[in-house]
Nanobody, 125 residues
Framework: QVHLVESGGGLVQAGGSLRLSCADSRRTFVRYAMAWFRQAPGKEREFVAAISWSGGKTYYADSVKGRFTISRDNAENAMYLRMNSLKPEDTAVYYC??????????????????WGQGTQVTVSS
């Protein structure tokens, strides 16, 4: 059973940076693409970024492209999200997600079975 745990969130000023981590505490990392999603207060959950199992392919939402970088270390059962040039509109709870089968699109929440508890990112203006 996959058990994802996010860390690295916090309060940062606009223009600042944060690095989120996602680890599988039971070291059963799925051998599929994984993703980050986020949900802001009063808004629906939205896709942020996804990465293939090998790490060779990455995908980003237009809103974060050029500012965020997704990566993974399969030897450490970990995935990361480096967030630069943060904006107040990036404020949200960020979740890492893993599927139980290869996702077809990769940017849809219903494709992912396992979710972490989330980590809060707050960007002040």
């Amino acid at each position: 059973q996959v058990h994802l745990v996010e860390s690295g969130g916090g309060l940062v000023q606009a223009g600042g940076s944060l690095r989120l981590s996602c680890a599988d505490s039971r070291r059963t990392f799925v051998r599929y693409a994984m993703a980050w999603f986020r949900q802001a207060p009063g808004k629906e959950r939205e896709f942020v970024a996804a990465i293939s199992w090998s790490g060779g392919k990455t995908y980003y939402a237009d809103s974060v492209k050029g500012r965020f970088t997704i990566s993974r270390d399969n030897a450490e059962n970990a995935m990361y999200l480096r967030m630069n040039s943060l904006k107040p509109e990036d404020t949200a709870v960020y979740y890492c997600a893993a599927p139980s089968r290869p996702p077809r699109r990769g940017d849809q929440g219903y494709e992912y079975e396992y979710w972490g508890q989330g980590t809060q990112v707050t960007v002040s203006s």
